[in-house]
């Protein structure tokens, strides 16, 4: 994908000019990250934490509503069994 995305900056045309079988906005993303951060593996570390952050964040909004602040942690029925597990009291492990 990195290369694909360099030819497109280059000038290429996908699928005419190199073909992968992504769409497009795979090579949109990695174009940013490359211009923005360089092709540096930290780049792509912190883009993949990013992403990970997003989702998390994402997750916890959309099951906030469901329950307590725990549920929006833990899944439903995950919250039940921290609080029999005692884990929730301070229990050692």
Do not use: K
């Not at 990250?33 to 883009?47: K, Q």
């Amino acid at each position: 994908m990195h290369y694909v995305a360099w030819l497109i900056a280059q000038g290429a045309v996908p699928y005419r000019d190199a073909f992968d079988m992504n769409l497009p906005g795979v090579y949109l993303i990695h174009q940013a990250v490359l211009g923005l951060a360089g092709p540096s593996d930290l780049a792509w570390r912190l883009v993949d934490l990013a992403w990970l952050a997003a989702t998390c964040g994402l997750l916890f909004t959309y099951a906030r509503p469901l329950g307590d602040r725990l549920e929006g942690v833990f899944p439903p029925g995950g919250h039940r069994g921290v609080e029999e597990s005692g884990l929730e009291r301070g229990a050692p492990l």
